[in-house]
């Protein structure tokens, strides 16, 4: 007698193979699904997933990949067989053009400096700005008031979209006159003061961080305070001791060249 045809199977099919990302950036994941049918062995970059072979359909786990893609382009591959016929797809996952810079943001010198009395026989106040190169931080001939600094940094440049990754105040080279620890710890205020005049002298609130100036350079994080701050034109800052110190000689720091650096990705 005549032996019946075994019928050929079904083919298989791949309904589903999708990325939830198809560009990444630097330490972000893609996770990739997938469906099928009629499919007895399945390979995804020709490694193989086990399947479910009395299964007419098999849904995979969401697959997590991770790559730097430093090498460029990915591409993933998934294949589907049912031993006699296969179905394959592919697909892409770049990487972004990403761009590290360092900016270093310049310093308004006319917004920036101090306000003092002006002379030693009044009280009339006086902003004396940095144009003539440094800043004074200490306390007045009458050592019964503050000298405050104020530094003012244009940021227009770095846009509120970026990621940032840190910025760093350097407060520079500085002279002491006088002996500025009779003073205490120099406080550092994050206020925008907008245009520096007499009305600025102690406006703002709590000091961020509070240090003692030293040589070399006190270089302090204000990763935080500047991320507050990007959209807006500046970024700017109350400088002040703690307390005046009546010895008969007028205390404090000469400051030159403070900068802020700042870096981030676009």
């Known amino acids: 007698g005549l032996t019946a045809a075994t019928p050929a199977p079904p083919p298989p099919e791949i309904i589903t193979f999708e990325s939830d990302k198809y560009t990444l950036s630097p330490g972000e994941q893609a996770t990739l699904y997938y469906e099928v049918m009629n499919a007895t062995q399945i390979y995804l970059n020709d490694v193989k997933f086990d399947t479910d072979e009395n299964s007419a ?48 943001a310049p310093l308004e010198l006319g917004n920036s400096g101090a306000v003092d009395y002006a002379d030693c026989t009044s009280l009339s106040p006086q902003v004396y700005d940095h144009t003539d190169g440094a800043t004074f931080v200490g306390e007045t001939c009458f050592e019964a008031e503050y ?49 520096l005049d007499v009305y600025d002298k102690g406006w703002g609130g709590p000091a961020f961080t509070s240090v003692v100036p030293t040589s070399p350079p006190t270089v302090i994080d ?45």
Not at 244 to 257: E, F, S, T
């Open 57 to 104: 359909k098999d849904t995979g786990m969401p697959l997590v990949f991770y790559d730097d893609l430093t090498t460029g382009d990915n591409q993933f591959c998934l294949t589907a067989s049912n031993g006699v016929d296969t179905e394959g797809k592919c697909l892409w996952i770049v990487k972004s053009i990403v761009v590290r810079i360092t900016h270093n």
């Open 147 to 195: 000298c405050e600094g104020f530094f003012s940094f244009d940021i227009s440049d770095v846009s509120a979209g970026v990621a940032l990754e840190s910025a760093t105040l350097s407060l520079g080279s500085y002279s002491p006159t006088g002996n500025p620890a009779h003073l205490g710890q120099l406080h550092i205020i994050d206020v925008q003061y907008g245009t």
């Open 222 to 266: 204000v990763t935080s305070q500047v991320e507050g701050r990007l959209g807006q034109s500046r970024f700017q800052l109350r400088l002040t001791f703690t307390y005046p110190y009546a010895d008969g000689v007028k205390d404090g720091i000469w400051l030159y060249d403070p900068t802020l650096e700042i870096t981030y990705y676009e």
